[in-house]
């Protein structure tokens, strides 16, 4: 059964420092993996994919992928409040219609 | 610049009641999906379209009936609603083809007392 790790958290990090949220992932075949942030009553927004080996930056945000250790990161630097979130990694097989998520990491950045 | 718009966004059913749950996207996407969200068990799919005039069962089916109804549309429906059932329901569309980034609507918070 493919399977996508998250830890829970909560993650606290002061604001303006770099937040590092960390997804495994167990079927090999997985090539596509998606960041989504959800606020709390809300619904799922992307905000990164990477396809490739090596990091991925969008703004204040940078996807790391390593297929070899089958792990994905999320990179989120100078923390604002305003992403105090849920994290949800999410990896798509090969050849594969469906996503697979994980359970989610909740952020908490600190005033 | 609706993009995936599910209906309605709040519903209470007794157990035993039937129910759709609407929703349509207005990005020419090919793909739709359907998904439950519980506490502590993450999103899991119930059933997804691949492309239109077709359809296939995700990790937690039972219970659910879908239909693909044009290239916009795919509804969600509860025959005989269960207690079980309570959750929040998210659709979602992509591009079609594998490997796409899906995007969500609002969700349905469904509670089946």
């Known amino acids: 059964q493919k399977e996508v790790e998250q830890n829970s958290g909560p993650l606290s990090v002061p604001e303006g420092a770099i937040a590092s949220l960390n997804c495994t992932y167990s079927d090999r075949g997985s090539q596509s993996f998606f960041w989504y942030r959800q606020y709390s009553g809300k619904s799922p927004e992307l905000i990164m994919f990477i396809y490739s080996n090596g990091d991925k930056e969008d703004g204040r945000f940078t996807a790391q992928l390593n297929k070899a250790s089958q792990y994905v990161s999320l990179l989120i630097r100078d923390s604002q409040p305003s992403d105090s979130a849920t994290y949800l990694c999410?990896?798509?097989?090969?050849?594969?219609?469906?996503?697979?998520f994980g359970k989610g990491t909740k952020l908490s950045v600190i005033p | 610049n609706a993009g995936v718009t599910q209906t309605p966004k709040f519903q209470v059913l007794k157990t035993g009641q039937s129910m759709t749950l609407q929703c349509a996207q207005d990005?020419?996407?090919?793909?739709m999906y359907w998904y439950r969200q519980d506490p502590g068990m993450g999103l899991r799919l119930i059933y997804y379209s691949a492309s239109e005039g077709t359809t296939d069962k995700g990790e937690v089916p039972n219970g659910y009936n879908v239909s693909r109804l044009n290239k916009r549309e795919f509804s969600l429906r509860l025959e005989s609603a269960a207690p079980s059932q309570t959750s929040v329901y998210f659709c979602?569309?992509?591009?079609?083809?594998?490997?796409?980034?899906?995007?969500f609507g609002d969700g349905t918070r469904l509670s089946i007392l």
């Open positions: 999410a990896g798509g097989g090969a050849g594969s219609y469906q996503l697979t």
């Open positions: 979602a569309s992509s591009e079609g083809g594998t490997n796409q980034p899906q995007h």
């Open positions: 990005m020419n996407h090919n793909s």
